[in-house]
């Protein structure tokens, strides 16, 4: 985490697109996993979670950043936690006022955002150290990162423990759902899958870049 | 400790409580308001939940009353906000005849408690629908007591029919395996979810030998709204 570039010479562009491929909070960063796959079993969960997650880490990241030059580096981790938390409390309120159905099905995790380390690993790593445009663009790109990572799992768990997809079914009757895949065991197995499609790209974007090197000597 | 922090000069207090201090009491006026701003709403969800399930569980109720539970045995209609007296809700058909109460109960499942609604009705003397308020049963398995058929079908008409000084029930919900319900009082189990489903028949039981004796005998104190 500490290692991504922060200085002020890159393209805005790349803190945006960053976190939605190249560094995924999900699949590259593997943070944020109790989440992830604690409400990833539908996908109208994961992406609540996702857009909730998303929120937050946009107005800390958009707060914290704002403040940089405010808060002495000593009290720094308690005011970051404190705006996060107080984020985190207002998406709940907000959900509550949407829907409870919404509220119920999310249950504790959306109070465990506040300990999700993806933003308070970006507040630290970030946004105490950028202007406001940039940590804004940071943050919707890991946003988005990670709600199209929990938007991948659920789907993939809902479509075969279920036999839906944002609750309209998609099989014959006759389809016998995979209930393991609802279970704690089917997010990992789908977590499983998804990690080891990113690191084959990894490897063969790797491979490509070296055999063009190569080439050009 | 890095070297930035070696060189920098140690910070002064007034700069750390100034920081604290102020960002805690935006942190405040911000979590107050929205939570002044949600409150009604929030609040008229939750009323229009509780309204769709007592409708559920009554079918063919179209208005409904709470009453409150007053000493022992005396019911009457609840004006302002609840007291923590046990509450009833009374529905009322078209015609403002009385259909029957819907009663809530809760008990432990298998992860958490179970919160639940059940309906009763006068005429048939039996629970005739019930509607899981809250559970945290396992996604797949457990949570089939909201979802599957069959295990609903127990509930359409699940007999707490009383003896005849109106005491106590004549027979006690119970449950048993799946497939080998013989009686209208018993509640046929879900294979799969075999503790979910019978943690359900517990908690109607303790709540109906508490409740049906008392609404029994106090009949027309929920026929003042018709």
Redesign the interface.
């Known amino acids: 985490m500490a290692g991504l570039p922060s200085h002020e010479d890159t393209p805005g562009t790349d803190e945006f697109i960053k976190g939605l491929w190249r560094d995924n909070p999900v699949f590259v960063q593997v943070l944020g996993m109790c989440p992830a796959l604690a409400v990833s079993?539908t996908a109208r969960n994961a992406l609540a979670m996702g857009l909730a997650t998303l929120f937050v880490l946009l107005m800390s990241n958009v707060v914290i950043s704002s403040?940089r030059r405010?808060?002495?580096?000593?009290?720094r981790i308690?005011?970051y936690i404190?705006?996060i938390?107080?984020f985190v409390?207002?998406v709940d309120?907000?959900i509550?006022?949407i829907?409870?159905d919404l509220h119920?099905a999310l249950?504790a995790f959306i109070s465990l955002i506040v300990v999700n380390c993806l933003i308070l690993g970006r507040a630290e790593a970030f946004a105490s150290k950028n202007t406001v445009g940039r940590s804004a663009l940071d943050a919707l790109g890991m946003g988005l990162g990670f709600t199209t990572a929990l938007l991948s799992l659920g789907a993939v768990r809902e479509i075969l423990?279920?036999g839906t997809l944002f609750g309209l079914p998609l099989f014959h009757d006759a389809f016998q759902?995979w209930?393991v895949m609802?279970?704690p065991s089917g997010g990992f197995f789908t977590l499983a899958g998804w990690l080891l499609l990113f690191n084959a790209l990894a490897e063969r974007r790797e491979r490509r870049a070296t055999l063009a090197a190569e080439a050009l000597r | 400790m890095n070297g930035m922090s070696a060189s920098a000069p140690p910070t002064s207090a007034w700069p750390m409580y100034r920081a604290l201090v102020g960002i805690g009491l935006l942190c405040g006026l911000l979590i107050v308001s929205v939570f002044e701003l949600t409150r009604p709403v929030i609040e008229r969800n939750q009323a229009e939940a509780l309204q769709r399930a007592i409708f559920q569980v009554l079918p063919g109720a179209r208005s409904s009353a709470t009453f409150r539970l007053v000493g022992e045995d005396r019911f009457e209609i609840l004006e302002g906000k609840p007291d923590g007296a046990p509450l009833a809700y009374a529905g009322y058909d078209a015609d403002r005849q009385l259909v029957g109460l819907a009663l809530e109960a809760h008990g432990m499942g298998y992860q958490d408690v179970i919160r639940l609604l059940y309906g009763y009705s006068f005429a048939e003397q039996a629970v005739i629908g019930i509607r899981v308020l809250e559970s945290r049963e396992t996604p797949g398995l457990g949570d089939k007591i909201e979802t599957d058929p069959a295990f609903l079908a127990n509930f359409e008409r699940l007999d707490v029919s009383l003896s005849d000084d109106l005491t106590r029930l004549l027979h006690p919900i119970e449950a048993v395996k799946h497939g080998t319900r013989e009686h209208p009082w018993q509640v046929d189990g879900i294979t799969g979810a075999t503790i979910s489903s019978a943690a359900i028949a517990d908690i109607l039981s303790q709540s109906t030998s508490w409740w049906i004796p008392r609404i029994r005998r106090n009949l027309d104190d929920f026929r003042i709204a018709e």
């Open positions: 079993n403040l405010f808060v002495p580096r000593e009290v308690a005011t404190l705006i938390a107080t409390t207002i309120y907000v509550q006022a829907s409870l119920r249950g423990g279920g759902p209930v609802i279970l």
